[in-house]
């Protein structure tokens, strides 16, 4: 381990901040990460991830768009009535329209804030805003003001920040924050920078820019070059105190800064980065696996912190070195991240008592009504699996939890029968629960999957189409927990996640589907509920593209 060693670049006391170490966690998983295709939540998850992301200790959330439709505002209001702690910021464009309407969404929360953005590049400027810079300064100080008048803590962000032309970019600002903005936040939106102009693009606003007493600045990183984490790091630096982020990275494109790797990163340099979060790093991978669990998107095998392979050592050399002294290959523990042991921990003979205790010592605190309707399915696990380990414990939980929202079908059987050679493959009889009736179909299919999947679509009368598929195991061995992730697209083009995981892959698999249809059927609910003024609304223009 290197000697401790001095900051090579002082970070200033800018951002006004009371400590000046302390970095602001922006979490907009709930928003920027949303719109990662097949990340879509509705509105019972996002209240259970906002909770989950207020115990991980995150400044502030960005729940949502609130004028993208009624579900995404009501959304935004749940997780702001929800959540206590942190602060809960909902976005809006310039319009006063947005901006009234993210206020009405955000004003029931204890923090709220409001955030509102426009673009200051030319290239916005002219093909999609179609205005002048003179123009541009006008409605940013007419934006700021309006959201002033209605919330104190408001954070105006200047799309595409780092492809502006840097003079015009730091008068806009000064305007933003003459008007009263809280927060200065300058993104870079499509992941163009690099670290070294990106130092030079901070010190450059802060030499243009005084310190003013009560304005944070903050960086918005996207990952399109791999670099979000680096140019978050640089702006620290420079003297930016919040930072935006997201769990595993999600958002736009290739993603946004993934909090979890930016806090490990302080965490870990401390001795070079002399930066402090507020975030419990022990609830980093429970909050991953949540969100995982909840979209049903997996995270890449080799991700950094919460990968499958993040902690893992196959080369014998490694191994070798890691068994005599951790610290030879390991920069981090996995516990320090909330990572569960590979241990055996429990079988079928342990009793609600044990089962509680270990799941304190994960740091998941549950009630007795919690740990009974988690118990059943333990012992149902532990009867048909020998060995029962903290990962499949956790799944356990993701599973009950990712099913805590309303369900309109369930699975209640299935037989498959399959042969190599015949036409076709696979034939699979499904039984689904409605309430108290269940209806039969049978299906077939190239394969199991694609036959149950078939007498599924039979039953509820969908036309779906499978978009993607994967199969992970949870931990090792035959036995182990299959886990699936999918993502179905319904004729009406709506794309819904399912996750499941069980034993048996193709169970795994029929329940995951039954959880993208029930969520699918649920947002139809949601619709024909919805207010007619906004039925149907499309989201605005240029909303995808943020
Ligand atoms: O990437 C971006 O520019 C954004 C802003 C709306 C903050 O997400
Ligand atoms: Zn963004």
Redo the contacts with the bound molecule.
Sequence with gaps: MPAKRAAKSKPAPRGASKSKDKIRIFD?TLR?GEQSPGCAMDRFQKVQLGLQLEKLGVDIIEAGFPIASNDEFEAVRDVAKAVKKSTVAG?SRSAREDIDRCWEAVRHAKKPRI?T?IATSDIHLKYKLKMNRAELLKEVAASVRHARKLCKDVEW?A??ATRSDWDFLAESVKIAIAEGATTI?L?D?VGYTVPTEFRQFWENIFEKIPAYEGVVFSA?C?NDLGLAIANSIVAVECGVRQV?CTINGIG?RAGNASLEEFVMALHTRRDILDFKSGVKSKEIYPTSRLLTSMTGVPVQQNKAIVGKNAFAHEAGIHQHGVISKAITYEIMTPQSVGRPSNTLVLGKHSGRAGLRQRYEQLGFKMNREAISAIYLRFIELADRKKEIYDEDLIALLQENRAGAGESYYELDALQVTSSTGTKPGSMATVHLREGEEVQTKVGKGNGPVDAVLDAINLIVGNRSRLVDFSVNSVTQGRDALAEVNLLVEFEDGAQMAGHSTSLDTVEAAAKAFVAAVNKYKLTQEMKKKAPKSRKGKKPPEGLRG?
């Design positions: 907009t920027d976005l955030h953005f962000s799309e595409d936040n993104p939106t918005h996207h935006e736009e943020v």
